[in-house]
């Protein structure tokens, strides 16, 4: 599968716990993205990078959360002392830039977070 | 920053009619506007987009024209099949270029295909 890849697919943890993602992006694709996406509701977004720069953090992102890409391949999103309203689904998204007018994102699976 | 609004929030058709779905934005600066369709438990998937510079673009059943003065676009979809139920998205880039990367979507629409 040469899609976007997101690791773990679940994750149950207890409030005050710290969670580690991973996203592996299409192989070519400069540009990596972290969205949430609560029920109901389409996908927020929280931070992206352009090779190994992160390029944007949403102003709504706590201080808990931390996204790395140190080698501009796969990426880790980080959250610190989780909370019960972090739990939602963390997605992963990637495109290749500059693309000729579009900037055309790609999903994973998906990671879904439930907080104790 | 942009805003995306998505009308109906729900939508229920009976197979083969047609349906329709409308997105407005804010940033008449905005330059791309692509569509995602999200089957439960499953991720987002592009199933069309448009730039600016162009008014309708068409895949096989599905359809998205824009309007650039009412800052409005639609997909739409004809010959619906059961298949087509899902949660459809409209999404625009923040700041209005699709060079920001960042994209605002709208709050989906559930499409029920009836068979």
């Known amino acids: 599968d040469t899609g976007v890849s997101q690791d773990p697919r679940h994750k149950i943890t207890k409030r005050g716990q710290n969670v580690t993602f991973r996203c592996d992006p299409i192989s070519e694709h400069n540009r990596l993205y972290w969205y949430r996406q609560t029920l109901g509701q389409g996908p927020e977004f929280l931070t992206y990078f352009q090779n190994e720069a992160q390029l944007e953090k949403s102003r709504l992102l706590s201080d808990r959360f931390s996204a790395e890409r140190p080698k501009g391949s796969f990426s880790t999103l980080e959250i610190q002392r989780t909370e019960q309203g972090d739990s939602a689904m963390y997605l992963c998204a990637s495109s290749l830039y500059p693309t000729g007018g579009g900037n055309e994102q790609f999903f994973g699976p998906g990671t879904r977070l439930t907080v104790l | 920053g942009e805003n995306v609004e998505q009308h109906p929030s729900t939508l229920s058709v009976q197979e083969g009619d047609s349906a329709v779905i409308k997105c407005t934005y804010s940033?008449?600066?905005?330059?791309?506007f692509p569509w995602y369709k999200q089957e439960l438990g499953k991720r987002p998937q592009l199933i069309i987009d448009?730039?600016?510079?162009?008014g309708e673009k068409k895949d096989q059943r599905i359809a998205v024209t824009l309007n650039k003065t009412a800052k409005h676009f639609s997909l739409h979809i004809t010959e619906t099949q059961p298949e087509d139920s899902a949660v459809y998205f409209c999404a625009a880039p923040e700041g209005g270029s699709s060079n920001t990367g960042k994209l605002i979507f709208g709050q989906g629409t559930t499409l029920q295909v009836k068979p």
């Open positions: 448009i730039r600016s510079n162009v």
């Open positions: 940033d008449s600066a905005s330059n791309y």
